[in-house]
């Protein structure tokens, strides 16, 4: 089981030393678990949000991944700083995390897209940040769903 359970970490290191949008929240290898693995988001326009911005966003990743049923319950703990939690545990194949990866990779990219396009205001736009768009653009107008993000 604990063998399993770093080789998820494993998947999930290679995995993030390929993404420019996370990073471990843990920068300290020794500090790393292999089973609550937690990451943080590191995409420039996301950390230029303010954090009720960037609950919304979290919010519509997580509806999204639970809407394809690629991923539930992967959000931070409430006490947490904002990010992605991963139950990487001996309980769980490496091929799960590995079909899991491509997932967050697709979510967070169309999101993204979607956020950066309603986040300049145009002239038929003038409501500001234009979070609001982009959670309802992912959300048919509901304004983030449920999937955590507390």
Not at 44 to 53: M, N, P, R, T, V
Request: net charge neutral; hydrophobic share 35%.
């Amino acid at each position: 089981m604990i063998k399993r359970s770093k080789s998820n970490l494993d998947a999930i290191e290679e995995w993030v030393k390929k993404t420019n949008w996370v990073a471990f929240l843990a920068n300290d290898l020794e500090s790393r678990s292999s089973t609550s693995i937690c990451l943080k988001i590191k995409d420039s326009w996301f950390l230029e949000k303010d954090i009720a911005e960037q609950k919304d966003i979290l919010k519509s990743f997580f509806s999204i991944l639970e809407e394809k049923e690629a991923a539930y319950d992967i959000n931070h703990y409430p006490s947490a700083p904002l990010g992605i939690r991963i139950w990487g545990g001996g309980t769980i194949e490496q091929s799960n995390i590995k079909l899991l990866l491509p997932w967050l990779d697709w979510a967070w990219n169309d999101l993204s897209k979607v956020c950066l396009l309603y986040t300049s205001p145009s002239p038929r736009d003038q409501r500001g940040s234009g979070l609001a768009a982009c959670s309802c653009k992912k959300n048919g107008g509901g304004g983030g769903g449920g999937g955590g993000g507390g």
